[in-house]
């Protein structure tokens, strides 16, 4: 069972998402609830193993998501952490990440999605709405690149931004007119000169270091 924790101020999105994650065949488990950020660090202080993926949402009183991700990915790594708001402004998108998110979930999302992200994200990939997705995008392109940045390719920068899009390596090829084994030699490159451990640290990399600018 994957083991989560939901943390928002309004008990009826928390009784709402509980609904979704806890039908049969989902193999979810809710093992806890909190109304804001310190509520959420307590419960995993006295609870310590006990929690795989941690939804919250964004805007809360007390301590809000980003400060709370932020923390938890410090004292609690093993922690994932998913964001699930209905804010969609660029700006979030990236202070979440930044933070530590693996996962950026907006709350009109259907069951489907909100499951699909959870078990992406507890397979140590990551997951993105495609709201949000588009705000990272908008935000990159008013951005210049950082010039320690290291240097890549045009077209691992095409493979990269496929990437974000959640496409697969059979769908990338097709969209490239290049093969499957072009497509995991790219991937296999932009690991090694990023030094990202998982597809989701790439992502990451490239987030923080506006890597879809001359795109």
Known sequence: MIKVLLVDDHRLIRDGIRFYLEKDGHDISIVGEANDGKQALIFLEKNPGEVDIMLTDISMPEMNGVELATEVNKSFPSVKIIALTMIKDSQYVKQMLQAG??????KNAREKEIV???KTVYNGESYYAQEATKAIMDFM???KQDSDVVAISKREKEVLRLIIDEL??????????????TVEAHKRNLMEKTGSKTLAGLVKYAINNFLFEDL
Do not use: H, M, P, T
């Open 116 to 118: 699909d992200a959870v």
């Open 168 to 181: 697969s390596n059979q769908e990338i090829a097709d969209k490239l007119f290049i093969s499957i084994r």
């Open 101 to 106: 998110a693996s996962g950026y979930l907006l």
């Open 141 to 143: 392109s008013k951005k």
